[in-house]
Structure formats: structure tokens, C-alpha cells
């Protein structure tokens, strides 16, 4: 009874230290950037074809840029997404960005919206975790 005894504790303490030893790599501070990654935090966030990651840099609560991960959405239209949407958000406060009314790209529809959505993900995560 002892050994099973002495098992679980080794076996949870095992299970405790290997759990601290994880590191969320949602968020990271870079060059005084708090940047935000939505590869997990949206991977449920599809665009026409499949999900659609980005990282989102914050510096003094103002978003600083959006830079688009790969992805396997469609180049054509993806390319239209992203060239419309580059800099939409620049400049903002992270509390405007987030109710911000931005326009999507026509022919894009899927991507677009897929975007501001991981955007807006990016900024209540921020948000809730700086």
C-alpha cells in the first residue's frame, strides 16, 4: 500500500513540475512589443479554406502592426486580404481596435473576416493577459 502510495505522489509531482515547465507561446514580450500569436489562440478561426494565423504587435496599448503567417488559404484572394487589411489597425488603441468597424476585401469575404476575427481574438487575449 505504501509503494502505491508513494507512487502517486511521485507520479503527480512529475505530473506538476513537467505541467509548470509549459510555456504559452500565445503571448510574448519582443523588444518591448507585446506580441500576440493566434496560431492556437484562432486555430478554430477558418478562413475560405482553413485557418488563418497572425501575430498581432502592441506597444503602449496601441497596436504597432499585423503580420499574416502562412497559411493555405487560396494566394489570390488571400494576397487581397492582406494587402487591404496590412494596416487597417495601425495607430489604434487596443480598446477602439477592438470595436473598430473595419471593412473587409470584396472577393475576399472569407479571408477577410478571418482575419479581423484573429485580430479581435489577439486583442481580449492582450487584454486579459499583459
Not at 502592426?65 to 487597417?88: C, D, M, R, S, V
Not at 488603441?93 to 477592438?98: E, F, I, R, T
Not at 473598430?100 to 492582450?126: I, M
Request: charged share 30%; aromatic share 10%; hydrophobic share 40%.
Amino acid at each position: 500500500m505504501k509503494k502505491i502510495a508513494l507512487f502517486c505522489a511521485a507520479f503527480a509531482a512529475l505530473v506538476l513540475l513537467t505541467s509548470a515547465d509549459k510555456k504559452d507561446n500565445t503571448m510574448v514580450k519582443e523588444n518591448g512589443a507585446y506580441v500576440v500569436n493566434t496560431t492556437e489562440l484562432g486555430k478554430n478561426v477558418k478562413g475560405y479554406i482553413d485557418a488563418t494565423p497572425l501575430k498581432v504587435y502592441i506597444r503602449k496599448n496601441k497596436i504597432e502592426k499585423i503580420e499574416f503567417l502562412p497559411n493555405q488559404e487560396t494566394p489570390k484572394y488571400w494576397n487581397a486580404a492582406k494587402k487591404h487589411l496590412q494596416n487597417k489597425w495601425d495607430g489604434m488603441k487596443v480598446s477602439d481596435a477592438k470595436t473598430a468597424e473595419v471593412d473587409g476585401r470584396t472577393g475576399a469575404t472569407f479571408s477577410s473576416d478571418a482575419v479581423k476575427k484573429n485580430v479581435k481574438l489577439a486583442l481580449e487575449y492582450y487584454e486579459k493577459n499583459k
